[in-house]
Every structure is written in structure tokens, then in C-alpha cells.
């Protein structure tokens, strides 16, 4: 089986829970509490990006995190096509 059928078999997992508890009993069982936390993270940064109403340091200190997720998430940010983006701006930002 190849990597890529792994994450095939995995997304399939994560789209057949129903609801926020049963999406969060597969979570906590496939993720460590830090790999949870990183995700949380990386999120509550590209919102913080997309709403752009801090600089990148101030989202570093506000958030706890370091400049290279922020980094990371900007370089993701700038590389999706306009309406992978508008999609995501739309879902962090009513998620909120």
C-alpha cells in the first residue's frame, strides 16, 4: 500500500464521522494532545493572517507560537489559488 492510500483511508475515516464529538473520539485517539494543540494552532494563525489586523510578531506572542509556523502558514496563504483562499477565509472566519 502506498503513503498515499494511507492518507485516502484516513480523510475517508475523518469525512464519514458525524458531528464534532465523534470527529473529536477519532482525534484523540489518532493525535497526541501537542499534535492536537499544533493543529488548533496552525489555524488560529492563518485566521489571525487572514484577518490581518496584527503583524506577524504580534500573532507569534498573542498565539505562543513561533515565527516559523507563522512562516509556514504565511508561504501556504500566498500559494493557494483565490478561491482556495476565499474558501478557507470563509470557514476560519466563521469558525470563530
Do not use: H
Not at 464521522?17 to 489555524?43: M, P, Y
Not at 506572542?61 to 496563504?77: F, G, K, M
Amino acid at each position: 500500500m502506498k503513503e498515499s492510500d494511507y492518507w485516502d483511508k484516513a480523510l475517508g475515516l475523518i469525512v464519514d464521522q458525524e458531528g464534532k464529538d465523534s470527529a473529536s473520539s477519532l482525534f484523540n485517539l489518532l493525535l497526541t494532545v501537542d499534535e492536537r494543540d499544533a493543529i488548533g494552532a496552525r489555524l488560529a494563525v492563518m485566521r489571525a493572517l487572514i484577518q490581518g489586523e496584527l503583524t506577524q510578531r504580534q500573532i507569534a506572542e498573542q498565539l505562543n507560537v513561533s515565527i516559523a509556523t507563522i512562516t509556514r502558514c504565511s508561504n501556504t496563504l500566498k500559494n493557494l489559488q483565490p478561491m482556495e483562499r476565499d474558501k478557507l477565509q470563509q470557514q476560519l472566519l466563521s469558525a470563530t
